[in-house]
């Protein structure tokens, strides 16, 4: 059984930074991709952020949060993380934690069977 628990999101005002968190059970966590999606109100969710299993040497990102936002993961303690800076009122979304099935990651939905409940992040202007 595959549990993902997001934490972190918030109300902050544009120009401020925020760190979510996911944590993740089940076993050998360090092996599979993980990636941060979101879904503003009337949108559909999409991809933000990608990193690869093991050593996480495969991140890829949404070419607008490039060089406003990070992701990384702790495998020690099952955690991926999304820092986010620079906050602009267009980042506001459910922000969502997804766990793949392989080392490479996917910027897809489909190659995530594995998701989190949500985070909201609300960036007031």
């Known amino acids: 059984q595959v549990q993902l628990v997001e934490s972190g999101g918030g109300l902050v005002q544009a120009g401020d930074s925020l760190r979510l968190s996911c944590a993740a059970s089940?076993?050998?966590?360090?092996?599979?991709?993980m990636g941060w999606f979101r879904q503003a109100p009337g949108k559909e969710r999409e991809f933000v952020a990608a990193?690869?299993?093991?050593?996480?040497?495969?991140?890829y990102y949404l070419d607008s949060v490039k060089g406003r936002f990070t992701i990384s993961r702790d495998n020690a303690k099952n955690t991926v993380y999304l820092q986010m800076n620079s906050l602009r009122p267009e980042d506001t979304a459910v922000y969502y934690c997804?766990?793949?099935?392989?080392?490479?990651?996917?910027?897809?939905?489909?190659?995530?069977?594995?998701w989190g409940q949500g985070t909201q992040v609300t960036v007031s202007s």
């Open positions: 990193i690869s299993g093991s050593g996480g040497g495969s991140i």
């Open positions: 089940g076993r050998i966590f360090s092996r599979y991709a």
């Open positions: 997804a766990r793949g099935t392989e080392v490479v990651p996917s910027r897809a939905l489909g190659g995530y069977p594995y």
